[in-house]
């Protein structure tokens, strides 16, 4: 996301890919045309079939407080907690700040960081400790945890009460002119665009 704003601002591109709303400190004249929803699920790997996570326990993880699974209930592992993810100016960085972080909670814990949500995914696949933020469309193989009590599914992510939802679309310098601004109203509209959206996320 951080990549597609910044490209987008510096003119190189017409449009760049985001994952996130626009928050302060981006720049002014951006415009965000979302397409699609989409929601990040907290995932394990499937050796490790946590039930649920709440947001104190996710205070407790992210502040060191909290270092094994042994101090997760419902988690039959003893071993420490992996967490994996991306970047603080990925689409789900943002996510994770403005959803999952309460103010004051110091984030001190280790984190291993990888560029792209497959890559996340394939960590979290092939390590029985991890624990991460993924997209909902690529959780098929990884063991996914509801969160304060609420799954993290189309159903929910559509009717709103699951509360970690993002747009997925592009952002531009002003509103999307010409063949770009076309296109992103057929992106929107066309009853086949919204079908292959429908594939992978909830078109808007």
Known sequence: SQSGIADAERGIVEA???????IPGDPADLVLTPVALSGVCVVTNRANPVPA???AQIQDI???RATGWSQI???PRTDPIVLVGLGPTSGTGALLREVFVDVGTPLVARVVTLATETQVRD???QTPAALALLDQAL???LHVAAYEGVGCSRA????GTYPAVRPLGVVTRGKPRGALARFLRWARSSAKARQVIRTRYLPL
């Open 16 to 22: 760049g890919m985001v994952a996130r709303n626009l």
């Open 156 to 159: 929910t992510i559509r009717n």
């Open 139 to 141: 959780v098929g193989p």
């Open 73 to 75: 209930p419902g988690s």
């Open 123 to 125: 960590y979290v696949a």
């Open 53 to 55: 996570i709440t947001r």
């Open 62 to 64: 992210l502040a060191a």
